[in-house]
Structures are given as structure tokens and as C-alpha cells.
């Protein structure tokens, strides 16, 4: 199973220009809302036309504008799950999956109905219309509709931004489940960094319609490579850098200079630090990237402790985060203070877009 | 008081011309709904005309489409049928100003549906025409049973076109709101009262499950 996509595509704010493969994997689309993530599952589902590129699902060109070619959406054979799962409201769930399946035969559609409610275990609620379904119940129905159709592409939209924040963990679990036990490309997309993080092996940050970044997720997380992935995979902290040497870069809006503990490239344009991976001095014995903050502002959230820290007045400041549980040695009250913190070389990124 | 004839003619007519227009105002909602731009607004205008034009303009129109010397009222003479002055000719008028009502509410309906719900069915492969059936019509009940009825409540009160095209023969053409307008102009008026509580009523109990239903929608 693969997929090929190669889009080009003018909307109201910019031009959405994707290009991107995928093998049997789940890839993510990781972007802020209305960077054209979901323009590009409409493209590949057949909803929407690009202007312009090509499509290949399974070696099956589904849109060439050069030949053509735009299949409608129905030979497409893509399971799409859409952000409010789109389940049909006036049938019930069983229902859902018959009209799906109606060129099969009377005991055929039942054996693969009945085999797909078993599998995902939709018992408790298979003669239920969606409105009497929780938002878990509508995603694994629709998942399950999806599924019976044995879809040779995945897309799910946004699949957890609809459910509540306590059911999403559960949920998460539960879909992860299935996409696993599914063998096929499974395109994930979110804005949600976290979830991304999790559920895909790959990804491809999105930002205003071009890309910021691709390539596996956990080399994204730990080298984001540009300016737009490194804040969508989280970073607090960037800035305009210059390179000094091989090792060695100048942070001006910060006032500090870093040792890294990778090559610097020439084309260096800014550093990135993440909020978690500033740490106190304690002992003293930090060798290099050793500064004194100004603690600016020390705030605590239910699972963490944001700090604020500048060097001194005329320069920008830093944020910190300290898990909650651990903050043994300085007090709430402690602001205004100065402290030595370090930042380790390995930990200091660097973007050259 | 013994001819009972408007009061059967009235409801034969506007039910006939309520099926008619249904059935008309689907296809047409479903083929507007489906437009863009401006030849939308241009459709949607003209088959609205016959909300707000005058009954009489809609009248003269019908007159000129299956009057005696149009083509198309000698086509029908050449087989043998007379539109103008029959029973016929008050079901087409009814039916032409209740369309437009049946229509509206169709297509607002319709065009209500969430767009990802019919996307969904697309990618599921489900044909434009599975769709429209079986996905949005039921989707859409409550909206065609509402047009159905104020569709109805109208041909029921249909006046002008239908003096104009069908005439005013009793216990042929003769509905309710001719005989009304036929007994106040001949000075009947205990009659045309009676006739007057009669459509009020009807009327009336054709509207107020409209709402009742339409609240418990909500």
C-alpha cells in the first residue's frame, strides 16, 4: 500500500504546494488550523481538485492533471474519517454499515457487518442512531463503517479534537488499536503536536500550504530543522542566531552565546531551545552554556512551574518549565531572583529556515 | 345550504396539486441546491416568481401557455384534451403558486445537511443517486412534511389564477374561495360566512401540527 501526492492548489490566503510519499505507515500532517491540512485530505479523497499535480494511491493515478485523470471520490477506495465522524444521522449504526456494503448480498453484508461489530466491539450499541452515541461510540462507528469497506488509504481528520478532554485519552488508545491492527497507509492529521508525536511514525509539518518539515517524528521532536516545525513540535524558545565557529553560535536577543554539540551549518538562522531542557546549576559543576538568569516571573500550572529568565534588562526572555512535583530547592516566592542555570549543547537546535 | 361541491373540489385540488408540486419541488431543490453563483440565484429567482407575483399575473401566463391559440393548448386539442375551464386547470394553478413554497423549504432543508455528511458518503461510495435518497430525504423529513403542508395550505387558498384559468362552474371548478367570492358578489352573505369558518378552519388544522412538530424538533 503506498500513496503519492503531488498538489498544487490556490486558496483565499495562499497557495497550498504539497508534495510528499507514503509506504505502509501512519504519516501525520502536523499544522495550525487552516494551513490547508484538511484542503489536502479533501484533494487526495477526491472532494476537492487541485489545480494542478498528481495522485497515486496504490499505484493507481487518481488525479493527473497532466493526463486528465480526476477519479470521483467513489473509485477512489479511501476511508475517510472525517472531524465530526459524518455518521449518517437517521440510521443506526448497523444501518450505517448496510448502505455501505448494499452491492453485497443479503448474508454476505450480515457476515462482514456482524464480523467488523465483533472485532470492534460496537455489541452495546450497533441498533443505536448516533445521537444516542457518546463521542467514542460515533468515532469506533465510524471507524467501523470505514473499516467494512476494506479502503486501500486512511485518512483521519482531526479524529480527537470532538471529544471531550477526559475521553481522549481512552479513545486515543482505542483508535491506536485499530490503526495498528490495519495494514495499510494511514494518513493522521492534527494540530495537536502530542498526539502526533504518538500515533505516527512519520510526519510532515504543514505551515501556510508549504512545508516546514518532514521526515520521521522523533527526529523532527529532537531536530526540527526549521522555525515553523520547531514551534509546532512544541519549542518555546527561538531566536536569530549567527554562527562564531564550528561550535559555537551568538544568541543576541537572548545576550548569551552556546556551545552546541552538533556541527554548526553555514546557513544557520536561528536556535531553539525547549522550555524543558533549561536546567539549575545546583552543584555547580555545569562546564559550559552556564549563565545567570533573572527569574522574571515564576507561575505554577497543575503539573508544572513556568519560569520567565532574561540575562538582564534589555534583552528577551526565556521560558522554563520545571515538572510540579520537583522544585526542591527554590520557592514560590523566590522571584526577581538571579540564579546560575545551564543549557546542554545537545540540547540547542538549530534552524536553518 | 346543500352544495357541498367546493368544499370536495377544494381539498381534491390541492391535494392533487400538492402531490405535483412535491414531487416538482424536489428535483427542483435537489438541482438547485447543487448550483453555484449566479445562475443559481437567476433559478431560484424565477421558480420563486410565483410566490409574489400576482394571481392574476401567474393567470395570464397559464392563459398564454395553454390557451386556445398556444401551442401548447393546440397540441393538447389536437389529442383531445381542454385545459382551460376544467377541473385540470385549477389543479395546474394551485399547483404553480404552492410550488414555490414546497420548493423553498426542500431546498433550505437540504442545504442545512452538515457538507462532511455527504463527502462521507461519497468516499463510501455511495452513488450521487443513494445519496440523494436514501442519505439526504430522510435527513430532510421534517422539512419536505413542512413543505408538503404549506404547499397545501396554499393551493387550498388559491383565488386568482385558478378563476382565471378554470373559471367559476360549480361542482366542476368551483373551490372555495370561488364560491366565497361568488356568493359575497351575489349578495349571498350567510353563505360565503360559512365557507369563510370552513377554510379558516381547515386551514388552521392543516398549520397547527406544523408547529407542534416543528417544536418537538428542536
Known amino acids: 500500500m503506498s500513496l503519492e501526492a503531488d498538489i498544487v492548489k490556490k486558496l483565499s490566503d495562499f497557495t497550498l504546494d504539497v508534495h510528499f510519499k507514503a509506504e505502509n505507515e ?35 493515478t487518481v488525479f493527473d492533471s497532466v493526463r486528465n485523470i480526476n477519479l470521483p471520490p467513489q473509485k477512489r477506495r479511501i476511508g475517510y474519517l472525517f472531524q465530526q465522524y459524518a455518521l449518517f444521522p437517521t440510521m443506526t449504526v448497523r444501518e450505517n454499515m448496510e448502505i455501505v456494503l448494499r452491492h453485497f448480498s443479503k448474508a454476505e453484508r450480515k457476515r462482514r457487518i456482524d464480523e467488523m461489530i465483533t472485532k470492534l466491539n460496537l455489541y452495546d450499541f450497533c441498533n443505536r442512531k448516533p445521537s444516542r452515541l457518546s463521542g467514542g461510540q460515533q468515532q469506533r462507528a465510524a471507524m467501523a463503517r470505514i473499516l467494512v469497506t476494506s479502503p486501500e488509504l486512511i485518512m483521519l481528520d482531526e479524529p480527537l479534537s470532538a471529544l471531550d478532554s477526559f475521553l481522549r485519552n481512552s479513545v486515543e488508545n482505542e483508535l491506536m488499536r485499530m490503526l495498528v491492527s490495519f495494514d495499510a497507509t494511514i494518513l493522521f492529521v492534527s494540530h495537536n503536536r502530542d498526539e502526533v508525536f504518538r500515533i505516527c511514525e512519520r510526519m510532515f509539518v504543514l505551515q501556510d500550504g508549504q512545508k516546514a518539515a518532514f521526515g520521521t517524528t522523533e527526529e523532527l521532536f529532537r531536530n526540527p530543522g526549521s522555525l515553523a516545525a520547531a514551534r509546532l513540535t512544541g519549542v518555546k524558545n527561538t ?85 510540579g512535583d520537583y522544585d526542591p530547592v527554590f520557592p514560590m516566592q523566590e522571584i526577581q531572583s538571579v540564579r546560575k542555570m545551564f543549557i546542554p549543547p545537545e540540547h540547542v537546535m538549530l534552524l536553518t529556515d | 345550504m346543500t352544495d357541498w361541491s367546493p368544499l370536495f373540489i377544494s381539498l381534491k385540488t390541492s391535494l392533487c396539486a400538492t402531490v405535483i ?25 424565477i421558480l420563486t416568481l410565483p410566490l409574489v407575483l400576482p394571481p392574476t399575473v401567474v393567470g395570464f401566463f397559464l392563459l398564454l401557455i395553454f390557451g386556445w391559440n398556444s401551442p401548447v393548448g393546440q ?50 461510495g455511495l452513488s450521487e443517486w443513494t445519496i440523494f435518497w436514501r442519505v439526504m430525504l430522510p435527513i430532510c423529513l421534517p422539512g419536505c412534511a413542512a413543505g408538503a403542508v404549506l404547499g397545501f395550505a396554499r393551493a387550498l387558498g388559491e383565488f386568482g389564477a385558478t378563476l382565471m384559468i378554470a373559471g367559476n362552474i360549480p361542482g366542476k371548478t368551483q373551490t372555495i374561495p370561488v364560491a366565497i367570492w361568488s356568493a359575497a358578489g351575489g349578495n349571498e352573505m350567510n353563505i360565503a360566512l360559512i ?20 417544536k418537538s424538533r428542536l
Open chain 1, 26 to 60: 501512519r504519516l501525520g500532517l502536523l499544522g495550525a488550523s487552516g494551513c490547508g491540512k484538511t484542503m489536502t485530505l479533501k484533494c487526495i479523497a477526491g472532494i476537492a481538485a487541485p489545480d494542478s499535480g498528481r495522485i497515486v494511491i496504490n499505484g493507481k
Open chain 2, 195 to 214: 365557507w369563510v369558518l370552513i377554510i379558516v378552519s381547515i386551514s388552521f388544522f392543516v398549520l397547527f401540527p406544523l408547529n407542534i412538530f416543528g
Open chain 1, 239 to 323: 531566536a536569530p542566531a549567527f554562527r562564531i565557529n564550528r561550535r559555537k553560535i551568538n544568541v543576541p536577543d537572548w545576550g548569551i552565546a552556546l556551545e552546541t554539540a552538533g556541527d554548526v551549518p553555514d546557513d544557520l538562522k536561528y536556535a531553539a531551545v525547549r522550555a524543558h531542557h533549561i536546567y539549575d546549576d545546583i552543584s555547580g559543576s555545569a562546564a559550559v552554556n552556564c549563565f545567570c538568569f533573572q527569574v522574571l516571573r515564576k507561575q505554577s500550572e497543575p503539573f508544572k512551574i513556568q519560569e520567565l529568565l532574561r540575562i538582564s534588562g534589555e534583552y528577551q526572555p526565556l521560558i522554563r518549565f520545571i515538572s
Open chain 2, 21 to 45: 408540486a412535491f414531487f416538482l419541488g424536489i428535483v427542483a431543490a435537489r438541482l438547485v441546491a447543487g448550483m453555484n453563483g449566479k445562475s443559481k440565484a437567476a433559478v431560484d429567482c
Open chain 2, 75 to 124: 397540441l393538447l386539442r389536437k389529442v383531445g384534451i381542454r385545459i382551460i375551464f376544467s377541473w385540470e386547470a385549477a389543479v395546474i394553478a394551485a399547483a404553480v403558486v404552492a410550488f414555490p413554497l414546497i420548493y423553498r423549504t426542500i431546498r433550505a432543508s437540504l442545504e442545512q445537511i452538515e457538507p462532511s455528511i455527504l463527502d462521507a458518503a461519497r468516499t463510501l
